[in-house]
């Protein structure tokens, strides 16, 4: 009897918090080029007073769109090397330290990723994100699945466990985001946009410094509508 009464209860809560107004969202981004169109679109304003560990270089950016509040965490500039924490490790940490601070409703991963020519007819939903049906039908986004790995270019090893489980999108910080999000309970969806084919002619870091710029001005459009398809809803009508 216990087990049973004990299930159902927890089923009815999960229920009712999908369906209270979603009143907070973080955004995770891993690098300055992508954050900073976010940030002055939403016209966010840095964290004067840190909620993170004192000497991280991680950065908070903060503000009220409609009726969201909307935090946007960016792992900041490596304190030795001075260039974008970018990766699994950061992400996983910001991640984690931001949804301990800040309890959002619903986190959203947004950022670059390399996308393959051959693959993309396979494109299917990703597992571990949370089901957003309407929001894909109604923005006319694709839903692939993302695999994520420290590194930039495609190792041989990498190429054929990404081809073995037909992901369509690569990027460094998903899968951290969906980790520390799976294990708080905090519902994930992401939101990549193509700088470069992987499986292209150019090599990888050509073609994405290359069209980073103006990959970035999608990637800022595409949140902006996410964003404002959240705005007003509950999770389960996402
Ligand atoms: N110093 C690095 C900078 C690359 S960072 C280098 O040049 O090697 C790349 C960022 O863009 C990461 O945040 C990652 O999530 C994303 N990204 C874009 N295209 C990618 C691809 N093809 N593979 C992996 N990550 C990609």
Not at 126 to 137: A, D, E, I, V
Not at 210 to 219: I, K, Y
Not at 222 to 227: D, H, I, L, S, T
């Amino acid at each position: 009897m216990a087990p049973h009464g004990e299930g159902s209860e927890e089923a009815m809560v999960v229920q009712d918090e999908n369906r209270k107004p979603i009143s907070s969202i973080l955004i995770v981004i891993a690098m300055q080029t992508e954050a900073m169109p976010v940030v002055n679109k939403f016209q966010l304003k840095e964290d004067l007073d840190p909620v993170f560990p004192k000497g991280v270089p991680w950065v908070r950016y903060h503000g009220v769109y409609k009726d969201l509040h909307i935090n946007l965490v960016w792992p900041g500039k490596d304190l030795t090397l001075g260039v974008d924490s970018v990766g699994t490790i950061s992400a996983s940490l910001v991640t984690y330290a931001a949804i301990q601070a800040l309890q959002p409703d619903l986190i959203i991963n947004a950022g670059t990723a390399g996308g393959f020519k051959v693959f993309d007819l396979y494109g299917v939903g990703s597992r571990q994100s949370f089901s957003t049906p309407n929001l894909l039908k109604e923005l006319n986004l694709k839903a692939g699945k993302l695999s994520t790995g420290d590194s930039l270019d495609m190792s041989p090893q990498d190429e054929a466990s990404i081809v073995a489980n037909d992901a369509t999108v690569k990027d460094m910080e998903g899968a951290a985001v969906a980790y520390v999000a799976d294990l708080l309970k905090v519902p994930a969806i992401f939101i990549k946009a193509v700088t470069d084919i992987v499986d292209g002619d150019k090599p990888t870091a050509e073609e994405f410094l290359q069209n980073l710029a103006a990959v970035t001005a999608a990637l800022d459009q595409a949140v902006a509508q996410v964003v404002d398809f959240i705005s007003g809803k509950c999770l389960s009508e996402l």
